[in-house]
């Protein structure tokens, strides 16, 4: 495995552990709001999602701009 394939990777990885983190903070938030589970999940759900495409939207933007 390449250098850069491994760098790929760990990137990945490491978003994918910020999505997972904001997503078990925001359905515990969620809980102690007095919400029900299923509206907990469902916020911790769309967390998840604005995490990922947040950094998906960054990586492009950078991507973009490294290719000019």
Same mark, same amino acid.
């Given at each position: 495995?390449?250098?850069? !394939?491994?760098? +790929?990777?760990?990137? !990945? /990885?490491?978003?994918?552990?910020?999505? +997972?983190?904001?997503?078990? &903070?925001?359905?515990?938030? &969620?809980?102690?709001?007095? &919400?029900?589970?299923? *509206? /907990?999940?469902?916020?911790?759900?769309?967390?998840?999602?604005?995490?990922?495409?947040? /950094?998906?939207?960054? +990586? *492009?933007?950078? /991507?973009?701009?490294?290719?000019?």
């Amino acid at each position: 495995m390449s250098d850069h !394939c491994a760098v +790929v990777f760990l990137a !990945c /990885a490491l978003v994918t552990l910020t999505g +997972v983190l904001i997503a078990v &903070a925001a359905g515990y938030l &969620a809980r102690r709001d007095h &919400a029900s589970y299923p *509206t /907990a999940v469902t916020r911790a759900a769309v967390a998840f999602t604005a995490t990922l495409m947040l /950094a998906t939207s960054l +990586v *492009t933007a950078l /991507a973009d701009v490294a290719r000019r």
